[in-house]
């Protein structure tokens, strides 16, 4: 993992309203990650495109829970094979991240978690709260849109700040 939490000099990046296109992107990369593990992992749509009516990035997340991290790594060349390239323990300790990159876009996340992990556990938490509370997905969107237009070319500001948030609101349903 970097020393600094926010790696992010001069990375380009947008916030876009929903696009009900999301689900259905979602689903061609899980398909991909469930033919290569089987139906022995648990493979679940996570952040903003997995909120209907939330703005964000338009980079899928996705969550994958495997019983162990060698898991992730038997399948190493089968992830690079189907064009996923490989991240490292990027996120956390104990956990890989796969990428999917065109033209210097980035179009999805995919992190592997141990089932066990608390983080994973997390972010599906979060994502079933704010679906479950539009009045929570309009604020977080709002505070989301207002960042982006303050810190448009600097997103490591914008992460920043938009973590401190996310951070409040893990308090909050926790």
């Not at 926010?6 to 899980?30: G, L, M, N």
């Not at 990650?33 to 139906?39: A, M, Y």
């Not at 849109?145 to 996310?166: C, F, G, M, Q, T």
């Amino acid at each position: 993992m970097s020393e600094n939490k926010y790696p992010y000099k001069d990375r380009k990046y947008d916030v876009v309203s929903y696009d009900p296109k999301w689900p259905t992107q979602f689903e061609i990369y899980a398909g991909r990650v469930r033919k290569i593990f089987g139906e022995g992992v648990q493979i679940e749509h996570i952040g903003s495109t997995a909120v209907p009516g939330m703005s964000g990035k338009s980079c899928i997340d996705i969550l994958v829970l495997v019983d162990s991290l060698k898991t992730v790594e038997d399948h190493m060349r089968e992830m690079l094979d189907v064009g996923f390239e490989y991240a490292g323990q990027f996120v956390m300790d104990d956990s890989r991240l796969f990428r999917v990159v065109k033209d210097n876009t980035l179009l999805a996340n995919i992190h592997f978690f141990p089932k066990e992990h608390s983080h994973g556990r997390e972010m599906i938490r979060m994502r079933d709260y704010l679906r479950s509370h539009p009045d929570e997905v309009h604020k977080y969107s709002a505070i989301k849109n207002e960042l982006y237009v303050k810190y448009v070319d600097d997103y490591a500001s914008y992460r920043k700040y938009k973590d401190e948030y996310i951070n409040a609101l893990i308090q909050r349903i926790s």
